[in-house]
Nanobody
Framework: QVQLVESGGGLVQAGGSLRLSCAAS????????MGWFRQAPGKEREFVAA????????YYADSVKGRFTISRDNAKNTVYLQMNSLKPEDTAVYYC?????????????WGQGTQVTVSS
C-alpha cells in the first residue's frame, strides 16, 4: 500500500508558475514510477507527466511539454511537478500517481488531488 499526499496547488494568473509536491508514505518509494494526472470538470482524468524510479526517464503530455518538469527526490520520498507558463486550460485537479512501471495509463495508487486554477 502506498499513500500519496499532494500539496502546492492554488490560484495563479496565466503565465505564472506553481510547484506541486507529492509525499509518499512507503519504504519502497524508489521502486515506483511516479506520475501526475489531472482532471478538469466534466472531463476524464488525463496523463500529464511521469518519471521512472531512478529519475532517468521522463514522459510528458504534448500539451505540457516544454512548460512542465517532473522530478523526484528518493531520499525524501517526494515527487515534484514544476509548472511554468500556466494557461487557463491547465485548470484542473492534479493527482499524484504511483505505479510499478512507467506508464501513461491511469492505474496504480492515487493521492487525494490538489486544485490548480489559472485565471486569464
Amino acid at each position: 500500500q502506498v499513500q500519496l499526499v499532494e500539496s502546492g496547488g492554488g490560484l495563479v494568473q496565466a503565465g505564472g508558475s506553481l510547484r506541486l509536491s507529492c509525499a509518499a508514505s512507503t519504504r519502497t518509494f524508489s521502486t515506483y514510477a511516479m506520475g501526475w494526472f489531472r482532471q478538469a470538470p466534466g472531463k476524464e482524468r488525463e496523463f500529464v507527466a511521469a518519471i521512472s524510479w531512478g529519475g532517468t526517464n521522463t514522459y510528458y503530455a504534448d500539451s505540457v511539454k516544454g512548460r512542465f518538469t517532473i522530478s523526484r527526490d528518493n531520499a525524501k520520498n517526494t515527487v515534484y511537478l514544476q509548472m511554468n507558463s500556466l494557461k487557463p486550460e491547465d485548470t484542473a485537479v492534479y493527482y499524484c500517481n504511483a505505479q510499478q512501471r512507467l506508464s501513461t495509463m491511469a492505474l496504480g495508487y492515487w493521492g487525494q488531488g490538489t486544485q490548480v486554477t489559472v485565471s486569464s
